[in-house]
């Protein structure tokens, strides 16, 4: 079988590429660096080079990676272009072969927005409510993948990811941000609210659970990818004061807080665990030890 990652040399699309090699997958990729024969370089907003791509590959299945991904990125239009006008081109691509793929779309956990304390964990059945800019790109995008499937027939699986770390993610981060400041022996950080609750689950469970959708393809299905748990970035900075036997003070910039903080996100990834049987099995002190001894 053949799968086709879109953003195949990003943080989670090395790993993926690793996981599904691993499980036997013939693995394609297309980014904006070419690393390999099989992986191709062009931008999803090139909806010609994509169709080229797609045609010579013949891809059963399409792992929809390729994003803007940092939430405080100033030029909100590139969002939208990007993550909305660049997935419009990948599912245009598709029903340009003669045997369409099936995709799986990658969105995101920010598609909720905010959520009451009192209803979490968050389930797929909670309408989306997105209340920043690449929530709202990532809620359209799901949208025009549901309509590209009521309209062409395009079998697709959306899948929304809680937030995700581990070893080679980039500074842009609030994990790598942290672990890097401990790993250089830094004795202040400059962060916004370190009160937040986030969701983290560990890239390499986070690949398995996309890997196993692939192995156990369901039509039109919508899934959280979540280890169910909260944590604040207060609690991660103790953490790593405990396991580094380093302390670390933080410098609050109140430039650093979003306009449209989200208080509290946790996910509930259960309907992954009762139809596919996957759930995060690698704790978090694991990930920071994993990040902390990172060369």
Known sequence: MKVLLTGINGFVGTYLK???????????????????????KASIMDENSLSC???????DYIVHLAAIAEVDQLNESLFYDIN???????LNS???????????????????GNVPVDSLPIDESFAINPVNHYGASKAAAEIAVKTFGAEYGLEYVIVRPF????????EKFVV???????????????????????????????????ATII???????????????????RDIIDKLNHISGRLITVDKKEFLVRKSEIKSIVGNAQKLKNDLNWEAKISFDDTLCSMLNED
């Open 53 to 59: 791509i797609f045609t010579q590959v013949e891809p």
């Open 163 to 170: 937030n995700h770390t581990g070893p080679g993610q980039t």
């Open 176 to 210: 790598p941000k942290i672990v890097n400041a401990f790993k250089r022996g830094d004795s202040t950080i400059s962060l916004g609210n370190i009160n937040t609750i986030r969701d983290f689950t560990d890239v390499r469970d986070v690949v398995k659970a996309y």
């Open 84 to 90: 909305f006008r660049g997935t419009l081109n990948v």
């Open 215 to 233: 192995d156990h393809f369901k039509n039109g299905e919508i899934y959280n990818v979540s280890s169910g748990k909260g944590i604040t970035i």
């Open 18 to 40: 690793n996981e599904l090699i691993a499980r036997g997958y013939d693995v394609w990729g297309v980014d904006v660096v070419s690393t390999s024969d099989k992986t191709f």
């Open 94 to 112: 598709c029903l340009r072969l003669m045997k369409i793929p099936r995709i799986v779309f990658i969105s995101s956990s920010l598609v909720y």
